[in-house]
């Protein structure tokens, strides 16, 4: 979980070499100016334990995770323009679409986020996450957002059900629809290094 901003707009706080230090000066980088990638800033992260926790939910892990990250930030929670949430998995709990909007809401409602922010449903597989932030970043460098935040969250241990079916769950992300183009390569390359390949 990351804030990401930039200090053109606003008074922030932002990380610098294990301290803290206050940027305020808007001539630093005036509107219309080009922003440079070194404009913008992780002003805060945040993140639930890893491990299996089938009592929590996916709410549970993101507010631990946004409560962190914005106490670390030290910003105004009202200065956030947009979410980026991205995760792989929540079709297996039964959400397949919105799933941003549906674990992010009771937040909002809870004052925790602010209510009405757009929220952007990103997935790349395991770099979800990286990618959800990659946007928030480009988004705060074109100056289309001042403060984003970008949120991943992932369930994968279910109690209840046995562990190969949510490996054959994730199997099953790559190569359903034209399973010889998508694994062609892979078999191909597995035959030059004398291997075996399971896909």
Same mark, same amino acid.
């Given at each position: 979980m990351d804030v990401v901003g930039h200090h053109a707009h606003h008074l922030v706080r932002v990380h610098e070499a294990g301290s803290r230090r206050e940027v305020s000066d808007p001539s630093e980088n005036v509107e219309g100016d080009p922003m440079r990638a070194d404009d913008v800033y992780i002003l805060g992260g945040g993140a639930s334990p890893?491990?299996?926790?089938?009592?929590?939910?996916?709410?549970?892990?993101?507010?631990?995770?946004?409560? *962190? @990250?914005?106490?670390?930030?030290?910003v105004d929670r009202e200065l956030l323009t947009q979410i980026w949430f991205s995760n792989y998995m929540m079709d297996f709990w039964g959400q397949r679409a919105y799933r941003g909007q549906e674990v992010s809401t009771p937040l909002a409602v809870a004052g925790?986020?602010?209510?009405?922010?757009?929220?952007?449903?990103?997935?790349?597989?395991?770099?979800?996450?990286?990618?959800?932030?990659?946007?928030a970043w480009r988004h705060v460098l074109a100056r289309i957002d001042d403060v984003t935040i970008a949120i991943g969250a992932e369930k994968v241990n279910d109690p209840?059900?046995?562990?190969? *079916? @949510?490996l054959d769950w994730i199997g099953a992300g790559a190569g359903s629809l034209d399973p010889d183009a998508c694994w062609a390569r892979y078999h191909e390359l597995?035959?030059?290094?004398?291997?075996?390949?399971?896909?």
């Open positions: 890893v491990g299996r926790q089938p009592e929590r939910t996916f709410t549970d892990l993101i507010a631990e995770a946004v409560r *962190e @990250a914005l106490a670390d930030a030290q925790l986020l602010p209510s009405g922010l757009p929220i952007i449903n990103v997935e790349g597989g395991c770099a979800s996450g990286s990618l959800a932030f990659h946007e209840t059900r046995p562990a190969s *079916e @949510a597995a035959a030059d290094l004398r291997t075996t390949c399971s896909c």
